[in-house]
């Protein structure tokens, strides 16, 4: 049985930083690409950032030299560090992988709120 269990998430204050983390178990994990996705307060949910199991990686333009993505094959996790964040990234951010399918996480809050 897949699981993606996301963690990290939380309230920080504008240009503030959280790190997410997405654990990932009953795959083998270094074949999948894994990502993140957010849904805004009201809005549909939107790609955040990709990390292909060869490393390529892809983000939307409001993540571009803000958020980062990384994954640790050795520990069936994957990453993302967000700097510099804003009120606008408040959202609750979906861990998403793609084994054969995709799978997705059952997300986690971030609060960006002074």
């Known amino acids: 049985q897949v699981q993606l269990v996301e963690s990290g998430g939380g309230l920080v204050q504008p240009g503030g930083s959280l790190r997410l983390s997405c654990a990932a178990s009953?795959?083998?994990?270094?074949?999948?690409?894994m990502g993140w996705f957010r849904q805004c307060p009201g809005k549909e949910r939107e790609l955040v950032a990709t990390?292909?199991?060869?490393?390529?990686?892809n983000y939307a333009d409001f993540a571009k030299g803000r958020f980062t993505i990384s994954r640790d094959n050795a520990k069936n996790t994957v990453y993302l560090q967000m700097n510099s964040l804003k009120p606008e990234d408040t959202a609750v951010y979906y861990c998403?992988?793609?084994?054969?399918?995709?799978?997705w996480g059952q997300g986690t809050q971030v609060n960006v709120s002074s």
């Open positions: 009953g795959i083998i994990f270094r074949l999948g690409a």
């Open positions: 990390l292909s199991n060869g490393g390529s990686t």
């Open positions: 998403w992988g793609f084994f054969s399918r995709d799978f």
